[in-house]
């Protein structure tokens, strides 16, 4: 949804230049159309600091950003994958720098920030024209650095070009079948006034399932489930799930508890919340995935997380049902087949391994077998789970 109020672009140590566009949305789209050939051409390198978010703003103007990518957050991000990878702080690093901070033109974030709109041209030039030229430094001191360490196959040939897959996708987003989440809404909240009903009647008394204070005075001032409890430094119980757990065999209302807990959060992290995300123009929900963030090189998602919805247990599977592809299509999941294991069995030429392997048989099914002295097809999804924490134990 972001609007285009101005362009800033380097190519020189020191120097830089900013476009100002109009409010009308056509005037911008006339002068961009001055800059189109050079964002489009595909022979020149494009450079910039989180350009996913460039691509995805001139996209929303029908430019397509073509050519090869250098990324300054990404590249830092191959050489020093713990840290932090924000412009400031990698002018800060590399260059002695310190530059000039958003928040000093439009105020922190919040609902009293201001829109980029309502900044000076004067003073949006001086902030913006520095970005590019602090970027086009940055990538001056990266690229070498990235040479030296043997990431210039992994930068060019996979993490930079992956950028502007995740734009695509991004933009493509993700159906949700509303219909289906108001069913599994309706049943949830039938579950959660049926598990209310049942907790109130092993505790014997109405009160605030939610509430710690209350929950911790139930447990264990009415029905003394652990004399030694735990409690804060303002002497209220401790009633995390860690403390449940351990309780979970002292009192059946401990696992209703946590059932309660269970379904109180997929209501609200995910049923209720997914349908207020679907972008009323696409219908579809555009998530943000992040290539920058978790140091195992794996991407994270977030607006929504999509990544973390529960799928061990039923609910969460109902959940990831509503997620449907568009008509006419098919979702197609692709992994890698136990990577890891066939790594292990490599290294350690371990010839009941390796033949299992060979065998095209399920590896976690084939230890399964083993283990509890069965054959391959009478083996359990519980055998399987067991052997499966067995496999990975031993790497």
Known sequence: ????????????????????????????KAILEII????????????????????????????????????????HYLLEPDMRHNMNLLSEIYLSYSPVHIETLIGEKGINQKNMRDVPVNKLKEYAVEDADVTYQLKKVFEPRIKTNGLEDLSTAIEMPLINVLATIE??????DLEDLKEITKNLREDIISLESEIYSLAGTEFNISSPKQLGDILFIRLKLDENAKVTKTKQFITNEEILQRLINKHPIVGKVLEYRGLRKLLSTYVEALPLLVDKKTSRIHTSYNQAVAATGRLSSNNPN???IPVRDERGREIRKAFVPEKGYIFLSADYSQIELRLMAHLSKD???IADFLSGSDIHSATAAKIFGVEIKDVTREMRSRAKTANFGII
Request: no cysteine.
């Open 1 to 28: 949804e972001a609007e285009l109020v101005a362009m800033a672009i380097s190519w020189e140590k020191g120097t830089g230049y900013l476009i100002h566009f109009p409010e009308s949305q056509d005037e911008t």
């Open 36 to 75: 189109r050939p050079a964002l489009e051409n595909k022979g020149s390198l494009k450079i910039g600091q989180n350009l996913k978010f460039d691509i995805q703003v001139l996209a929303n103007y029908g430019i397509e950003v073509a050519g090869p990518l250098f990324d300054t957050m990404i590249a």
């Open 351 to 353: 010839t009941s391994m």
């Open 306 to 308: 999509l990544q973390n």
């Open 171 to 176: 933009r493509n987003g993700v159906k949700l």
